[in-house]
DNA sequence: CGGAATCCTTATTGATACTG
DNA sequence: CAGTATCAATAAGGATTCCG
């Protein structure tokens, strides 16, 4: 998602720093609440580790996620949704309660298909 | 955008007819009227015939956008989102804001930042 | 634990030329 | 005009190994 897109709308921008396979999920798993990247991890089976520490970075970058590392032993790093984020979080709902019932309706025909 | 998602909210699902490079600005264009094959080309700088084709077609599979063929010469089609379309383009509605808003504040942190 | 580095596979996108 | 067909390029995603 780093190519130019011609777009006049805001929808270009938007899907530009939260497009890609995994950033929206991230993102969503924080505004539940801060989270480390281990349980990230956990939180996102198939995610590989190259994947989640690419996209957070990409997210911290954009000033959507907050990294916060404790020198501790050992290590602990936890990660939160910046406000920035947090607004985005909100845009993105509309767009999950619409994905939660197209997901519903395609299941529901492909139950009724199967017979 | 078709490789299976862990998602268990609706953002996986809605990211999977709306993901990708070009079919959110496809389907906001015909948000704002029914557009033919070569008038959607002109408004998508940079798209290929191919990809829009392709992009039209999976947008239609998924029930998003409907496509109309004048048996005429010379020939004519016209692409108009469905009802479903209509309404993922209202739930796109506050990401799209929300992108706006994002671009311009992007937009002023460069200026200052060039001087 | 929380990464970094490397290599590799697949998916997405694009350029170009051609057709009914 | 509205596509197809091919081929090439690039980007996204993943597996593995190693490190402080």
Redesign the pocket.
Known sequence: ???KKPYNCGIGPAFEVI????KAVILWELHVQPR????L?RLLP??????L?Q???ELETDGLVN?E?FHEV??????SETKLGATLNAALGPLADWGDRYAKRVEAARKKADG
Chains 1, 2 share one sequence.
């Open positions: 998602m780093k190519a497009g890609g396979k995994w480390r990247f281990g349980e991890k198939g995610i590989s580790e190259k994947m520490i996209q957070l970075r990294r590392a050992p290590p602990r790093v936890e990660y």
